[in-house]
């Protein structure tokens, strides 16, 4: 792990550098890293991977999709992420994409299983690198968990 997230909570920074990993091979589109890091990603606490992979989602569609996000605007990330990651990854599964994308806003089909934790692993560090663009990880994961910290303390 990188000193880059030891400003973190101890149970946050294995799953912030796992993410860090997986987001960086994917946006290299190097299959061989994005392996190991998905397989780092997927060995965490399950329930703070999801809420941290779910919220920093929930904060790209909020930055990308400033003036609100509709049902067009979430099938047209949906589309784009799965069209241009199937391009390097043939693994890409669009029915999970569009899960961890109605999860992220809340709007998940609770008798829907969820994804196993390497697909949700996989598949998040594809979204959030297809959502990123240009934009720097750091900024958003440590937005994501500041937001979940102030939820966890006001509740």
């Given at each position: 792990?990188?000193?880059q997230?030891?400003h973190?909570?101890?149970?946050?920074r294995?799953?912030?550098?796992?993410?860090?990993?997986?987001v960086?091979?994917?946006?290299?589109?190097?299959?061989e890293?994005?392996?190991?890091?998905?397989?780092?990603?997927a060995?965490?606490?399950?329930?703070?991977?999801?809420?941290?992979?779910?919220?920093?989602?929930?904060?790209?569609?909020e930055?990308?999709?400033?003036?609100?996000?509709?049902?067009?605007?979430v099938?047209?990330?949906?589309?784009q992420?799965?069209?241009?990651s199937?391009?390097?990854?043939?693994?890409?599964?669009?029915?999970?994409?569009?899960?961890?994308?109605?999860?992220?806003?809340?709007?998940?089909?609770d008798?829907?299983?969820?994804?196993k934790?390497?697909?949700?692993?996989?598949?998040?560090?594809?979204?959030?690198?297809?959502l990123?663009?240009?934009?720097?990880?750091?900024?958003?994961?440590?937005?994501?968990?500041?937001?979940?910290?102030?939820?966890?303390l006001?509740?």
């Amino acid at each position: 792990m990188t000193n880059q997230w030891r400003h973190l909570p101890a149970p946050a920074r294995p799953i912030a550098a796992a993410v860090d990993a997986a987001v960086t091979a994917a946006r290299a589109h190097d299959i061989e890293a994005l392996a190991t890091a998905v397989d780092e990603l997927a060995a965490q606490d399950r329930a703070q991977a999801s809420l941290i992979l779910g919220t920093t989602v929930r904060l790209l569609l909020e930055a990308t999709h400033q003036d609100g996000l509709d049902g067009d605007d979430v099938r047209e990330v949906l589309e784009q992420c799965v069209r241009t990651s199937a391009q390097w990854h043939p693994e890409v599964d669009p029915h999970v994409v569009l899960i961890l994308l109605a999860g992220s806003l809340g709007v998940h089909d609770d008798e829907e299983p969820p994804p196993k934790p390497d697909a949700q692993a996989l598949h998040s560090a594809l979204l959030i690198a297809h959502l990123l663009g240009p934009r720097p990880l750091p900024e958003f994961l440590t937005l994501a968990l500041g937001e979940i910290e102030h939820t966890q303390l006001n509740d």
